[in-house]
């Protein structure tokens, strides 16, 4: 007999597909929202950029080209796919975290003022990655 927690593990894991479709989405839509801000030139940078200062350039757009490919392993029902969604959704996981230290650390003697969304972001990429580890797939047994 199953424990109680593994047992609602495995009840969820049918759901990964579309949670990490929708982490993904939620993602891409925070990157619009303001992350940190830099007082002493008066920029607000988010995920797609600065209006006034564009030393970060576009720190969201991998993460969007990278979730692409993440959302299309996650439809296609094939092993291949499910086994290779964990290394593209590591590899979305990592550029968060750079995005993260990047937009939040103190550069020559300034530190930028973070808003949650910058953690909301890193949050949701993490999602994003354990969905990845858990596949929804249906188990045939040869006869």
Known sequence: ???????????????????????????ILVGTFTWSHIPSINANVTGFGSETFSKFGKPVLMNVILFSVAAVLFLIPKLWAKKANPFVGAINFAWALRNLVLLSTCQGGECPQTTTWLYVYFGLAFIV???????????????
């Open 1 to 27: 007999m199953e424990t109680l927690p593994a047992l609602f593990v495995l009840q969820r894991m049918r759901y990964s597909n579309y949670i990490g479709i929708a982490a993904g989405l939620l993602m």
């Open 129 to 143: 990655l354990v969905m990845t580890v858990l596949p929804d797939m249906k188990v045939i047994e040869k006869k």
